[in-house]
């Protein structure tokens, strides 16, 4: 079904990750450090890449950061570590998703699952015809299809997550949206964290807008809302 890359230094994890993967038909390629996952990149495609943060020569991070120079091929992150700077800085690179081990393979395999769903939906939406919106006199201009964001005519640059997150907020603009509903929509299964994956993005997605941040308003207790009107609330 899908080629995917499994890079971690542990042979342990990536032989359990690939034992899953295969049992689903998915074809695996290993990798021991990120120096040998920039090296595939760049001579093989992937569907999706199953990344560790600590490990030798080139930690994760690194490696996102190389691999992202000339591809947007979807990456989970694994990590030993919960700390929110690690998922910040994760998203800030554009991973599409993070996992805290120990973790279930199965449960890797539904997240798996759901970014590619997520990432295919996003193609065959960027191949329709372009829907643009503009706020506040065009300082805020939003092309839906081309997944392109400016502010004062300048291009802004947003990590996947933040645009799918951003897109499904304005194209549900005046509505109340729990963090359930954002959770189930925009990240595609059942959520195994915490809500705090969905504050984190939509701090990250704010620091992103800038002035214009004031059009997501937070529904204390509930979840949030893009305000047409862009009055800052609650």
Aim: charged share 35%.
């Amino acid at each position: 079904m899908y080629h995917i890359l499994v890079v971690d230094d542990e042979a342990r994890i990536r032989s359990m990750i690939r034992k899953y993967a295969e049992f689903e038909g998915h074809d695996v390629t290993e990798a021991g450090d990120g120096m040998e996952a920039v090296r595939l990149c760049r001579t093989q495609d992937f569907d999706i890449i199953i990344m560790d943060i600590m490990m030798p020569e080139l930690d994760g991070f690194s490696a996102c950061r190389e691999i992202r120079k000339s591809k947007q091929t979807p990456i989970i992150m694994l990590s030993a570590r919960g700390e929110e700077y690690d998922k910040i800085n994760g998203f800030e690179l554009g991973v599409d998703d993070y996992v805290v081990k120990p973790f279930s393979p199965r449960e890797l395999m539904l997240r798996v699952a759901a970014v590619m769903k997520r990432t295919e939906r996003r193609e065959k939406e960027e191949k329709g015809h372009n829907e643009i919106v503009a706020f506040d006199n065009g300082g805020l201009t939003v092309d839906l299809t081309a997944r392109v964001v400016c502010i004062d005519g300048a291009r802004i640059d947003l990590s996947p997550k933040e645009y799918d997150l951003f897109f499904y907020l304005l194209r549900n603009k005046n509505i109340a949206l729990t963090r359930e509903k954002l959770i189930s929509e925009v990240w595609g299964y059942d959520f195994y964290g915490d809500a705090r994956t969905l504050d984190t993005h939509v701090k990250l997605l704010r620091k992103s807008l800038g002035r214009y941040s004031r059009y997501i308003v937070t529904l204390r207790g509930l979840g949030y809302r893009f305000e047409e009107n862009g009055n800052e609330q609650g």
